[in-house]
């Protein structure tokens, strides 16, 4: 199995994000009920894949040590980020996954999709992420490839909003 690219693994799971690197948060609400649908999307990898990213996993399901390859992008311009899942939750509460990077990634770091119901009831998205870069158009990006990073985890939060308000299809 490859090896992480990074120290601190699993640092998503609790919120507390290492001092030096480079943050994400990002937390929408989603629809009233949507828990179950959300959680199932995000760790099904159908959140990834209906926001235009391909996916392949050594799983359908994200669980600890699955294998991910992100791919962003067309033809030859096309991103491969592969990553490996350091923790997973599936509860009446919470439900998500945190992957580290492996070598091959364009950055270092963590990045976790959390569904969260809270107390009230209300329905959360949560993108929590750390990260350097690790190639050197990651490095010459500079300030755009923060930009991008956080656009991303808007465009996911955005994307299971969308999930979460269509009708499921009749069994």
């Known amino acids: 199995m490859p090896e992480?690219?990074?120290?601190?693994?699993?640092a998503t799971r609790a919120g507390e994000l290492p001092a030096g690197w480079r943050h994400v948060r990002h937390r929408v609400?989603?629809?009233?009920?949507?828990?179950d649908?959300?959680?199932a999307a995000v760790l099904g990898w159908r959140l990834h894949r209906a926001a235009g990213i391909r996916i392949d996993a050594t799983a359908p399901r994200a669980a600890p040590g699955?294998?991910?390859v992100s791919r962003l992008g067309v033809g030859p311009l096309r991103l491969a980020a592969p990553c490996q899942v350091v923790w997973a939750v599936d509860d009446d509460?919470?439900?998500g996954f945190g992957y580290g990077t492996l070598p091959g990634h364009p950055a270092r770091g963590?990045?976790?999709?959390?569904?969260?119901?809270?107390?009230?009831?209300?329905v959360w998205f949560?993108?929590?992420a750390f990260s350097r870069p690790d190639r050197w158009f990651m490095r010459a990006?500079?300030?755009a490839g923060r930009a991008f990073q956080r656009g991303y985890a808007w465009w996911l939060g955005r994307t299971l909003r969308r999930l979460c308000a269509r009708p499921a299809a009749p069994a």
């Open 37 to 39: 649908a959300a959680g």
């Open 93 to 95: 509460r919470r439900a």
């Open 66 to 68: 699955v294998t991910v």
């Open 126 to 128: 949560e993108v929590r």
């Open 4 to 10: 992480l690219t990074y120290p601190h693994p699993g």
């Open 29 to 35: 609400p989603l629809p009233a009920g949507s828990f």
């Open 141 to 143: 990006a500079g300030p």
């Open 110 to 122: 963590e990045e976790a999709f959390v569904v969260e119901r809270d107390d009230s009831g209300a």
